[in-house]
Nanobody, 117 residues
Framework: VQLQASGGGLVQAGGSLRLSCAAS????????MNWYRQAPGKRRELVAR???????VYADSVKGRFTISRDNAKNTVYLQMNSLKPEDTAVYLC????????????WGQGTLVTVSS
């Protein structure tokens, strides 16, 4: 499985970006997908999660501003980010979760989001 993230960039506070993560292989549709982020000097944190059936979970810091979705026909997961804040600046990484069934997770290469004030 390979994950290719895209969509990051520089945006002003209050703006929006949509991240995409395209997966290869046949296990995408049956796997939970996550977006994590890591800012310089900080721990990696879970931003949003979507199960294979479409149930979602969000970090408190992004609730009401970010939306995770998936298109199983395209093997792609998205993160729509609205009302961006400077504290959202980080490298965003997509993750295909397999650890729940005893497997190894897969990670994309990350895409940088920079929010200017």
């Amino acid at each position: 499985v390979q994950l290719q993230a895209s969509g990051g960039g520089l945006v002003q506070a209050g703006g929006s970006l949509r991240l995409s993560c395209a997966a290869s292989g046949s296990i995408f549709s049956i796997s939970p997908m996550n977006w994590y982020r890591q800012a310089p000097g900080k721990r990696r944190e879970l931003v949003a999660r979507i199960t294979s059936s479409g149930n979602t979970v969000y970090a408190d810091s992004v609730k009401g501003r970010f939306t995770i979705s998936r298109d199983n026909a395209k093997n792609t997961v998205y993160l729509q980010m609205n009302s961006l804040k400077p504290e959202d600046t980080a490298v965003y990484l997509c993750n295909l979760e397999r650890r729940g069934i005893g497997g190894d997770d897969y990670w994309g290469q990350g895409t940088l989001v920079t929010v200017s004030s």
